[in-house]
């Protein structure tokens, strides 16, 4: 994919009063090397119905695996907030989490909303989602979550932030290398940061509030199975509306089997690292040094921050 396919408001002035800057933004580790976490807007109207249909290297496999985690995104992050304020309320008051669940809160909030306008995009391109996405949440949230003990709620949470830290490392590790649509990229990028901003708040509230390794090893099958399996289910029911035959299909998925994300990449390495005694997210500093270089690379503004959140 070539720029000439980009949409060109990716590049237009900030007439519009919203612009992607190559400028020096707020840190994201603190002094002690702690990561900060800042809320930021993302400039939504960088999402276009201009973005290609194959807007991931040009392949209609990997642009739906991406395409179908977003379509997991918006319900699945209001439901890590609820579940981690519900547990956090348990805090005792002075607890320096309450500010960090309060960002974490922000940081989801904006996730959710920017990632449905990329709903609004596949619509646009005639995708049909709102079968799959009526089952996605009647299923997970309207029989799961609501069975589940706040506990196991809260360590599903906490695994899966996990799983989505080691996504956003993979993905600032390579973003540069993969050819894509410059405004999903920048969607992708903000996204990435702030996982690995706010990625040991739901496990340290986890860990304050319960603590039980069995209770997190609970959690992690539970996220493990529940993430994988809609995910599948998501891209599958992407794919299933493509013209492209069968044979391309499968080709694709084949020239993609190192980089799936249903093996070592995502899911083994992070079920391996979750699942020591001794895990805590933030062991992993390298993250930090990516995000940091990200965030002094791109800085997302907007004329009037109110209007995106």
């Not at 642009?63 to 379509?71: M, Q």
């Not at 599948?232 to 299933?240: P, R, S």
Request: proline share 5%; net charge neutral.
């Amino acid at each position: 994919m070539n720029d000439s396919c980009l949409d060109q408001s990716v590049r237009r002035p900030v007439s519009s009063g919203l612009r992607l800057a190559r400028i020096i933004s707020e840190a994201t580790t603190n002094p002690g090397g702690q990561p900060v976490i800042s809320p930021r807007a993302f400039p939504k109207a960088l999402l276009t119905t201009a973005i290609p249909k194959r807007w991931l290297a040009d392949r209609v496999v990997a642009t739906h695996l991406a395409n179908g985690v977003n379509l997991l995104f918006p319900a699945g992050e209001r439901f890590f907030v609820r579940s981690v304020r519900k547990l956090a309320a348990k805090l005792p008051k002075g607890d320096p989490l309450h500010e960090d669940v309060k960002g974490f809160a922000a940081q989801e909030g904006h996730h959710a909303g920017a990632h449905e306008v990329v709903f609004e995009v596949l619509q646009a391109q005639g995708y049909d989602i709102k079968t799959f996405l009526g089952v996605y949440e009647k299923l997970a949230f309207g029989v799961i979550e609501p069975i589940a003990p706040p506990s196991l709620r809260l360590a599903v949470t906490a695994a899966c932030e996990h799983f989505t830290a080691v996504m956003a490392e993979n993905f600032l590790t390579r973003m540069q290398s993969i050819p894509m649509d410059e405004s999903m990229r920048a969607l992708l990028a903000w996204h990435s940061v702030e996982e690995i901003e706010h990625r040991a708040v739901a496990f340290d509230v986890f860990q304050k509030v319960d603590g039980r390794y069995e209770v997190r090893m609970a959690g992690l099958a539970v996220a493990a199975v529940l993430l994988a399996g809609f995910w599948v289910a998501a891209t599958a029911t992407l794919l299933a509306q493509e013209d492209a035959p069968l044979r391309a299909l499968q080709k694709e998925r084949h020239e993609l089997k190192e980089d799936q994300p249903f093996s070592d990449r995502v899911f083994g390495r992070g079920i391996r690292e979750y699942v020591r005694r001794d895990f805590h997210p933030l062991t992993n500093k390298r993250v930090d040094d990516l995000a940091s270089a990200q965030v002094a690379t791109f800085a997302w503004h907007s004329a009037n921050d109110s209007r995106q959140m």
